[in-house]
């Protein structure tokens, strides 16, 4: 049977001590130490014993090995503590709910949003947060960003955490009124949309007016249809990614279920006052 132990003394001068499972044992080098390197102070040991539980061997544990165990014990933690906290989470929140935040956090960060068929460029795929970053750009400076991972999304990304905190705000906030927090990502989507879209006609008419044509009406005529063309042409080149589905998606679900939630709670409270 072999035990895990940790040299105590060495046997330099006198008999040596090992701990086993806070036992003490004694031992001695000749016919018990298998290996070439002489005990320590601190070595970690495999220790045999006999079935009357005298020390027949003792084998020193190589630190690759030991580093192994503990990389491979802290893994198991890690997972049970994960575990444990899972299981927490979907029982105070419910698996659907979680499931839905997991996807709109999956639509924001990771897929793509919106795809920009860029001539000069190629196709430029843009993520939720990366639209944010380019929102909060004060410059087309700025905007050169994007090589380095895209402007910073500032105020918008502080608003789009809390939205997305929004749903769970019922329990954390006994208030009816924290059940409609479930709208919130669905109402900062399409504020966000609407201000992209306001940004985007913006730089088309200020790039229109800089090439404008000079006076008569039949020029102004020309230059507005121009206007018009070039917006025409520009939404054109932009396709909606699945990142834009998947979030409106989740988010329709946390507007149901907030908004159904404050209904209920409504009618009971009206129910309560009426007893």
């Not at 996807?103 to 068929?117: A, E, N, P, R």
């Not at 249809?225 to 679900?253: F, H, N, T």
């Amino acid at each position: 049977m072999s035990k895990r132990g940790t040299i105590m003394r060495d046997p330099s001068a006198g008999p040596g001590l090992v701990m086993v499972q806070g036992q003490q044992y004694q031992f001695a080098l000749e016919g018990i130490w298998r290996s070439e390197t002489l005990p320590k102070p601190g070595l970690v040991v495999d220790v045999d014993f006999d079935p009357v539980g005298q020390v027949t061997a003792m084998t020193p544990v190589a630190e690759t090995r030991l580093a192994k165990e503990q990389a491979d014990a802290a893994l198991e933690f890690a997972r049970a503590k994960g575990t444990a906290l899972a299981s927490g989470m979907v029982a105070r929140f419910g698996a659907p709910r979680l499931i839905a935040a997991g996807l709109l956090v999956v639509g924001w960060f990771f897929l793509s949003t919106v795809s920009v068929d860029a001539a000069i460029f190629g196709k430029l795929k843009v993520t939720f947060w990366q639209v944010l970053g380019l929102l909060n750009a004060d410059s087309p400076l700025d905007m050169l960003a994007w090589g380095r991972g895209g402007p910073s999304a500032g105020l918008y990304g502080f608003v789009a955490v809390a939205c997305l905190a929004g749903p769970f705000l019922a329990y954390f906030w006994k208030d009816n009124r924290a059940h409609l927090g479930g709208v919130l990502p669905l109402v900062f989507m399409v504020v966000v949309a609407l201000l992209v879209r306001h940004a985007l006609y913006s730089a088309l008419s200020a790039a229109g007016n800089a090439a404008g044509f000079g006076g008569g009406a039949e020029y102004e005529s020309m230059h507005a249809d121009m206007q018009r063309q070039a917006k025409a042409e520009a939404m054109k080149a932009i396709s909606i990614g699945a990142g834009a589905y998947l979030s409106v998606l989740a988010s329709l679900y946390f507007a149901v279920i907030g908004v159904k939630g404050f209904l209920v709670r409504q009618a009971g409270d009206r129910a309560l006052t009426q007893e």
